[in-house]
């Protein structure tokens, strides 16, 4: 069931999958407001929603012209949807209700092109508006969505999906015990039952914690990070937290969380121009970059990459892809694989030409190599996703630094096998040790291993397997085989790190 889960989200990217979330949960509580079993009023939440939205769109139009940069379509409408889900629903006939929402909606745009150092946003745009809206008119948020009882299984289902999707589930754990335990520390013992039943099931917790804290742009990205920016938030949205007589509040809360991540975060969005793409081997390309300023990552991390597209398909116009250079290298590297039929944001890659510009933001990922230069290492590689061990191998020969590494790299076919030269190369100058397995057709002469990468394999090419830290990259159904391979082999979960892939297309 959960392989079948994980193969149905990697055709879809964390946004689209977010916006249908939002989407639902509004259609669920219309149809419920129909039955007089939510507070929202149907006619109402069909307004304000259109209002919401109409005001985000033409917002985001206005600014992404004046600042000229392409923007995320889908967080448009994923930014308006959730707006409509926390701010009270009002009538046409409600000119202040009006206006708050509307003030509302273009606070959250315009913070995404205003709030922002080194090009890199601060806060996230809902949690800004609605403090804004609480402060400035005096109109707060009620997060009605999270005290509807009949919209929790909605809630739940869609929200699990969205933190499967981005794989932050321990984020999301730190942030509810964080909570939890804040309200039980503040509440008499006599009133526990009481108050876990209102957190867990009549506040906000949940959504606030499915629909934002995974918002990817303003939250921390390291895995220490991540769980305290979880906790930060978490044990701040707690409702008896206070400082004198002012109570926190969620959205409060996320901005002092945001505050942490900006803090802890790479910085910055980066303009990556065209200079050339190379074929690396059948149907995988690398697109090879200059860009206005050097980005400062570690070998093995990604980006968000965003391009403006004309005809947005249902895949979305930004995409999590590993930086194939190393830090050491002037360009930037991508390397990609193409398939039968892309997705439009794939398209419009295979139809740039040097000069045509990309952007990139939020330097992201811990599949790096550890601090330590004697731990030994292996790598398990599939197909495109060689692409973080060829930033590691490249940035390790380019300082000259051995270290012990076996690398298995599994590939359908022989002509699909990308960086082989830079692997020889490594061979010599660093002891890189790399072995190929190809599933289908001849390998000719070559010593190459003829079927997929199993335990059989692992147990002949790294004698010494108990002994080296795994590393597994490549799409997932690979991933999920080299990982039952390794517990076949009774390598422990702590010694096997996996790339983050959300998806493919």
């Not at 259109?50 to 985001?60: E, R």
Request: aromatic share 12%; net charge positive; hydrophobic share 45%.
């Amino acid at each position: 069931m959960k392989n079948a889960i994980d193969q149905i989200l990697n055709f879809i990217t964390m946004y689209r999958l977010t916006l249908y979330y939002v989407i639902a949960l509004l259609i669920a509580a219309f149809c419920a407001g129909l039955f007089k079993l939510v507070s929202a009023e149907p006619t109402a939440l069909f307004y304000s929603t259109g209002l919401i939205t109409l005001t985000c769109w033409l917002t985001n139009r206005a600014f992404a012209w004046a600042f000229k940069v392409p923007t995320n379509t889908e967080s448009i409408y994923i930014t308006a949807f959730i707006l409509a889900l926390i701010m009270p629903p009002v009538m046409a006939t409600n000119f202040i209700g009006n206006a708050v929402l509307i003030f509302a909606a273009v606070m959250a745009i315009a913070s995404k092109f205003i709030l922002v150092v080194g090009r890199k946003h601060i806060f996230n745009p809902v949690a800004l508006a609605v403090v804004a809206s609480a402060l400035v008119l005096d109109k707060p948020a009620t997060w009605w969505v999270g005290g509807n009882l009949p919209l929790l299984a909605f809630v739940l289902i869609g929200g699990l999906l969205v933190t499967r999707k981005v794989q932050r589930f321990d984020m999301l754990g730190a942030y509810l015990l964080a909570n939890i335990a804040a309200t039980l520390a503040t509440t008499a013992p006599a009133m526990y039952g009481t108050a876990l039943q209102e957190t867990l099931l009549y506040s906000p917790l949940l959504f606030a914690g499915f629909a934002m804290l995974t918002e990817p742009l303003t939250a921390a990205q390291g895995k220490i990070s991540r769980l305290i920016y979880g906790a930060i938030i978490g044990l701040l949205s707690s409702p008896n937290i206070h400082i004198g007589e002012f109570y926190l509040t969620p959205e409060i809360a996320f901005l002092v969380g945001n505050l942490y991540a900006f803090i802890v975060n790479p910085k910055g969005r980066f303009k990556f121009t065209l200079l050339r793409i190379e074929k690396a081997a059948t149907g995988c390309y690398d697109y090879v970059f200059q860009t206005d300023r050097k980005p400062n990552f570690q070998a093995g991390q990604y980006l968000d990459w965003t391009m403006d597209l004309p005809n947005v398909d249902t895949r979305g116009n930004r995409r999590p892809f590993t930086i194939a250079s190393a830090p050491s290298e002037n360009e930037i590297r991508l390397g990609l694989k193409f398939y039968a039929q892309p997705s439009s944001f794939k398209k419009q890659l295979l139809e740039m030409r040097p000069g045509d510009a990309i952007y990139g933001s939020q330097i992201s990922g811990d599949f790096t190599l550890p601090k330590n230069p004697n731990e030994k290492l292996a790598f398990l590689a599939g197909g495109i996703g060689v692409t973080p061990f060829r930033s590691m191998i490249e940035d390790l020969a380019n300082r000259r630094e051995n270290r012990s590494i076996v690398m298995l790299y599994g590939n359908n076919k022989m002509d699909e096998i990308a960086y082989s030269s830079l692997f020889q190369k490594a061979a010599n100058d660093i002891d890189l040790r790399t072995v190929y397995a190809v599933a289908e057709g001849d390998t000719g002469n070559y010593n190459i291993h003829k079927g997929f990468i199993n335990e059989t394999m692992i147990r002949r090419e790294i004698p010494d397997f108990m002994e080296r830290t795994f590393y597994i990259s490549g799409p997932r159904s690979m991933v999920l085989r080299f990982q039952e391979a390794l517990r076949k082999l009774g390598i422990s979960r702590s010694r096997i790190k996996v790339d983050y892939f959300p998806g493919f297309a």
